[in-house]
């Protein structure tokens, strides 16, 4: 399995109470983009929110970075992709939006997520091997 | 026990994320400040959303009116009031919202909610007497 | 020229985000939903929020009303419908979200907007001749 | 001029619609956290949003990171300190919040905003002088 598996992109358009005063994207409302292609990739590995729930753990975001690298106005389209990266001891996504139309890079991010085990709410040093069933990796 | 005594009062000033390209506060968000002073209004009863849920019942919002009067800016302060209005068989809160300075009227609203029992999932054509109990009103 | 000439419908699932501790969408969620199903509807008769503002028009809205029939949970696919049933003084938009695989009705909503000359931030009596030409309606 | 002084701590407690169903706040909600305290603290120098844009610049946050370390719930008091940390080349700011009560360290995070000029819509590789007289900092 190549990387490029693990990844999983789709499209969108800011919805107008997205703006902010500038007339572009609030940098807030990014992280909903974020999800939304995460959420996306996820599911296609059926280990999306309801799966996880079912399978025991909640997988609570510890750790976010988002780079602007253009602001996103009204009406324009956009890619989102989103990517497993790690998957060890904890899973990381990265996300590239790009503009659809010109490819122009507008954002770079990650995330981080690690497996709490819903019944004793401890945090798992390493993912629970549910997790690499469904992506289909090896440890 | 008179109306004003099922009143409560909150102050609030719009983030900069609750303004649109406009530069007023968008719309939807005077749903976010109605919850503030509900809520607010009910923990004054102990029986806000905690105290709902241990009660056993869930309260959804079953119907929903705004009205603009004027718009709302970055800066300026709120007065919010919500107002138990009606809880025989179904909570209705009503809302005024008005410049914490000058008093002007900025929008009106009201919120009606129903009891759901929340281990049979069926909505109550009476409110449940915790509500009145919690309110000190007799139904 | 029929009503149903003046409706759109778009498809959409809600986000996790827009889920609240009952696991159902929070009701000041669905105020994005009407958006997006007006936003659609306005852009196919060019004239939503960057033309509206080319116009020399902005469009608050000054009313707003919903009624919740049910439930949404994550997952579930919604139909939106925004139907235009006023232009002549005000435009008022009737909405209808329905379970997309059942058609059970879930919303029902309207929002009314006037028309506010950006020059003279004068609120209109009367719906300027530019909405009429654009939705092709006579006043 | 010490650090100390360029600090501003807020006290705010999530409100029910920042819950997801977790019962936690979800996490691209903290962001606007980060956001009421950076606003206090740069109103506190006259410089908040109204004022950048009366001296010529906008300022875009090009880069953020949140670092959760306890998870957050309904009713919970939180202190959410800013301090400014970097102002030669691009605004730094710094956010720590920790529960009210406990202390608690809940969240670590950062953002960086350049400024861009408003007419020339180029980005300033050096802050622009309004900033420091404003902070009272030396560059």
């Not at 025991?56 to 690298?69: E, F, H, N, Q």
């Not at 602001?71 to 659809?100: C, H, M």
Request: proline share 6%; aromatic share 12%; net charge neutral.
């Amino acid at each position: 399995m190549t990387t490029s598996d693990l990844s999983h992109e789709i499209e969108l358009s800011p919805a107008f109470h997205d703006l902010d005063p500038m007339e572009i994207v609030w940098h807030g409302h990014y992280v909903k983009y974020l999800e939304l292609a995460r959420c996306a990739l996820l599911q296609r590995f059926e280990y999306d929110y309801p799966q996880m729930r079912e399978s025991g753990y909640a997988w609570p975001i510890v750790d976010m970075r988002l780079k602007y690298v253009r602001p996103v106005a009204f009406g324009q389209r956009l890619k989102v992709r989103a990517s497993v990266t790690e998957w060890e001891n904890r899973l990381r996504i990265d996300y590239l939006i790009r503009d659809a139309c010109s490819g122009d890079k507008l954002n770079r991010a990650y995330t981080i997520q690690v497996a709490v085990d819903m019944r004793s709410r401890e945090m798992c040093f390493v993912c629970p091997p549910v997790l690499w069933q469904r992506l289909g990796v090896a440890p």
